[in-house]
């Protein structure tokens, strides 16, 4: 079986700066090319359900001319799920108070399903 999820990885953390250019023009305006640096895997745990989550690419950036930095979080959903929004927003949350940087998240939807709330 072929591993989508860490073939997704690779290709976006090989080709970060044209993904971008690419799909996110005014990203790249802003960011310094040269400071990139993927960040380990971070995992995160919902205490509440007990599931582990695990972040598909977090790359930290530097804005452009200036000293400070900011975190860019790229997620693959390749299968529709429900709760997607809430998972992203504590990925945001938990990326914010782990790094105190600003997080600019990115989706890349892989799928031709869509949920509807019936």
Known sequence: MIDHDRLFKELIGTFFIEFLELFFPQVTAYLEPDSLKLLDKEVFTDV?????YEADL???VRF?????FFLVHIENQSYPQADFGRRMFRYFARLFEKYALPVY???VFSYDQIITNS
Do not use: L, N, Y
């Open 48 to 52: 509440t359900a007990g599931e582990q």
């Open 64 to 68: 452009r001319e200036q000293k400070s």
């Open 58 to 60: 977090v790359v930290q």
């Open 105 to 107: 998240p990115i989706v």
